[in-house]
């Protein structure tokens, strides 16, 4: 076996420039799936540090071992970009119960959203009302919201085959749910968990309450898809029952973390960057392995497999781990606003940070002319399996990169599993395959190597199309 092996390896050496592209994509693929980092990496991302809350001391810890990882690469540059950081932390574990008449009581699951304010030291109990998100909220007598806890309970939409749709569906209650409940005098919210699987998990994510007067800002949680079926029901036999709920959560002074950068510069065309990249941050339920130590790992692959292929890249590569995107997005923004004052030509950028599935495609956020230059080249993944070329969103971390004529893109994995454990506890290394993991390493790895290559296709003055 030891003896296959190491054929395969030569052959997936021979020079770059005596293979077709078929033949270089397949060496991309024999080499992450025989040779991958990516599961290694992950590994100790989510094993030994965990769950890598923006601020903390396991997002620190993050931040080094993968600038050491990096740098073990031999790569041209590696470098730590600083971002000042919000640090909200969680508190002692949160508790919750029904109150079915005074004595008799059923224990729930739920969750502090990530940036809520705590409740009072005693806890919160009050009477609910439940609706069906913000618009439903809206339509109330205001009379009826003051004083109760607001019950959010929209679910996905189970109908939609892209889960990301059914996500960004009902995520507005989530996100905006306290502020819009502040306004009208509630006491505090209880979320349904944005997640298909009914179970006892419940899952955070983050809140706003944007300019809001802090005497108006009131406790937000999430409550398990399970336990918010078994509220709403006992709703509907007694309007009158109480809810429960103690969290300590608490918003503290921001913090300097950093974005971790590495970089193989380009012979031909160097001051073209192609960037690739996902989050270092996660919140802290589970370890983040998901959402989305994957998209760490296998973006820093793409620059280790280019070295271990013999790929020698025209234009300069950067990956880029980005600080804070759960709940702030700085890190993104730092990145964006450093390349726009040092004027870099960022021709096109990747996120992986839909989970580390199986690889399905890519979502492209670029002109008509660029994207038919980019559909050229979905014969070649074919083979893989791998067909979804479509135009739309890419990622939060690359989208602030966003330009006239370059070519943003996100890898679209499977996305039937990812919100079973998308924020919850249950985001933990053993959920991860090891070679779908790896098949979206070698498929991220390829598309770079095809815009490498090829490059983007410029914009065309009404002169020359006429020429």
């Not at 109480?242 to 950068?261: A, E, L, P, T």
């Given at each position: 076996m030891r003896i296959i092996t190491l054929l395969l390896v030569g052959l997936m050496s021979l020079p770059i420039s005596a293979q077709?592209?078929?033949?270089?994509i397949k060496s991309i693929f024999d080499t992450s799936l025989i040779n991958g980092k990516s599961y290694e990496w992950l590994s100790y991302l989510s094993n030994e540090i965990g769950g890598r809350l923006s601020g903390s001391l396991n997002a620190q810890r993050a931040v080094e071992y993968t600038r050491d990882q990096l740098d073990s690469l031999g790569l041209d540059r590696v470098w730590l970009q600083p971002v000042m950081v919000p640090k909200w932390v969680r508190g002692t574990p949160e508790f919750a119960f029904i109150e079915i008449e005074p004595g008799e009581t059923?224990?729930?699951?739920?969750?502090?959203?990530?940036?809520?304010?705590?409740?009072?030291?005693?806890?919160l109990k009050a009477e609910l009302i439940e609706v069906q998100g913000i618009e439903d909220l809206k339509s109330r007598d205001p009379e009826t919201i003051k004083g109760k806890i607001v019950f959010y309970n929209r679910p996905m939409d189970p109908t939609l085959i892209n889960t990301f749709s059914a996500y960004g569906g009902c995520v507005d209650q989530r996100y905006s749910g306290a502020m819009e409940a502040g306004k009208l005098g509630a006491a505090g919210v209880i979320v349904r968990s944005m997640s298909h699987k009914l179970d006892d998990l419940p899952h955070t994510g983050s809140m706003s309450y944007a300019e809001l007067p802090n005497s108006q800002r009131i406790p937000s949680a999430a409550i398990s898809?399970?336990?918010?079926?078994?509220?709403?029901?006992?709703?509907?036999?007694?309007?009158?029952?109480?809810?429960?709920?103690?969290?300590?959560?608490?918003?503290?002074?921001?913090?300097?973390?950093?974005?971790?950068?590495?970089?193989?510069?380009?012979?031909?065309f160097p001051k073209e960057i192609i960037t690739v990249g996902g989050h270092l941050d996660s919140w802290d339920l589970g370890d983040g392995s998901h959402d989305d130590g994957a998209g760490c790992v296998q973006s820093m692959d793409v620059l280790r497999l280019f070295k271990e292929t013999g790929i020698r890249p025209k234009r300069t590569l950067r990956v880029v781990l980005f600080m804070n995107e759960e709940n702030g997005l700085r890190g993104a923004r730092k990145y964006a606003e450093m390349a726009k004052q040092?004027?870099?030509?960022?021709?096109?950028?990747?996120?992986?940070?839909?989970?580390?599935?199986?690889?399905?495609?890519?979502?492209?956020?670029?002109?008509?002319?660029?994207?038919?230059?980019?559909?050229?080249?979905?014969?070649?993944?074919?083979?893989?399996?791998?067909?979804?070329?479509?135009?739309?969103?890419?990622?939060?971390?690359?989208g602030p990169l966003k330009g006239d004529n370059n070519v943003l893109a996100g890898l679209r994995p499977d996305s039937q599993r990812y919100f079973d454990h998308h924020h919850a506890a249950s985001d933990t290394f053993d959920a991860v395959n090891k070679r779908e993991l790896e098949l979206?390493?070698?498929?991220?790895?390829?598309?770079?190597?095809?815009?490498?290559?090829?490059?983007?296709n410029p914009i065309r003055t009404n002169e020359q199309l006429k020429d």
């Open positions: 077709t592209d078929e033949e270089t059923l224990a729930v699951n739920i969750c502090a959203l990530g940036g809520s304010v705590a409740t009072p030291l005693e806890g898809t399970k336990h918010a079926e078994l509220l709403s029901g006992m709703l509907k036999l007694d309007p009158k029952i109480k809810f429960y709920f103690k969290q300590s959560c608490r918003q503290m002074r921001d913090v300097q973390s950093y974005n971790v950068i590495g970089e193989i510069r380009g012979r031909e040092k004027g870099e030509n960022h021709i096109f950028a990747l996120e992986s940070d839909s989970g580390g599935f199986t690889p399905r495609g890519f979502s492209f956020d670029c002109s008509e002319s660029n994207f038919q230059h980019v559909l050229q080249w979905k014969p070649l993944f074919k083979p893989y399996l791998i067909h979804y070329f479509e135009r739309g969103g890419s990622g939060a971390d690359v979206g390493t070698a498929t991220m790895t390829s598309l770079i190597y095809l815009v490498d290559k090829y490059g983007i």
